[in-house]
T-cell receptor, first 115, second 109 residues
Framework: DGGITQSPKYLFRKEGQNVTLSCEQN?????MYWYRQDPGQGLRLIYY???????QKGDIAEGYSVSREKKESFPLTVTSAQKNPTAFYLC??????????????FGAGSRLTVL | GQNIDQPTEMTATEGAIVQINCTYQ??????LFWYQQHAGEAPTFLSY??LDGLEEKGRFSSFLSRSKGYSYLLLKELQMKDSASYLC??????????WGAGTKLIIKP
């Protein structure tokens, strides 16, 4: 079955450490996205990529980095520069970026907790 | 600024009908989405409206009024499995998605 796989599902990090969240899709979608979800807030866009080897900052990119070396993969690194990284991180993909009817398919999420 | 408002939480009874409202103020409009998200899980697509009117899909319907900047999601014959958060999102003039904070729906027997 086609879908998006995020790993790990739960991750604990000490302050000062970088961590990388994995996101893999087998939907053959061109576009991939990383969102952050905090209680009481809407999803906030961290980074997105519409094509291999290209990506753009979203609304809250500071303290995060990404790469898009393969169409299927879009890993997110949460660096030590991110001041408040404890959150639920969602990866998504779509095949219609730049259109109104851009339906996103989401992964199951990764919950990061900073100790 | 861009803003989407939804009630934070609603409670309804199994078998009943509930309407979840969403109002938006965005830079342009290219469509409105509803997603369902069970606790700790991925959001899943429910509906997309770009023209005014009602779209029905089984027990779920979604309504849009562009002139009023208003949408609602109507859930009929509520089941316990409908307990979830319902996210409203709008595509703006730059085709960026603006998300509401979500409405947590609690279904009671």
């Amino acid at each position: 079955d086609g879908g998006i796989t995020q790993s790990p599902k739960y991750l604990f990090r000490k302050e000062g450490q970088n961590v990388t969240l994995s996101c893999e899709q087998n939907l053959n979608h061109d576009a991939m996205y990383w969102y952050r979800q905090d209680p009481g807030q809407g999803l906030r866009l961290i980074y997105y990529s519409q094509i291999v080897n290209d990506f753009q900052k979203g609304d809250i990119a500071e303290g995060y980095s990404v790469s898009r070396e393969k169409k299927e993969s879009f890993p997110l690194t949460v660096t030590s520069a991110q001041k408040n990284p404890t959150a639920f991180y969602l990866c998504a993909s779509s095949d219609s970026p730049g259109s109104g009817a851009n339906v996103l398919t989401f992964g199951a999420g990764s919950r990061l907790t900073v100790l | 600024g861009q803003n989407i408002d939804q009630p934070t939480e609603m409670t309804a009874t199994e078998g009943a009908i509930v309407q979840i409202n969403c109002t938006y103020q965005t830079s342009g409009f290219n469509g409105l989405f509803w997603y369902q998200q069970h606790a700790g899980e991925a959001p899943t697509f429910l509906s997309y409206n770009v023209l005014d009117g009602l779209e029905e899909k089984g027990r779920f319907s979604s309504f849009l009024s562009r002139s009023k900047g208003y949408s609602y999601l109507l859930l009929k014959e509520l089941q316990m499995k409908d307990s979830a958060s319902y996210l409203c999102a709008v595509t703006d003039s730059n085709y960026q998605l603006i998300w509401g904070a979500g409405t947590k729906l609690i279904i009671k027997p």
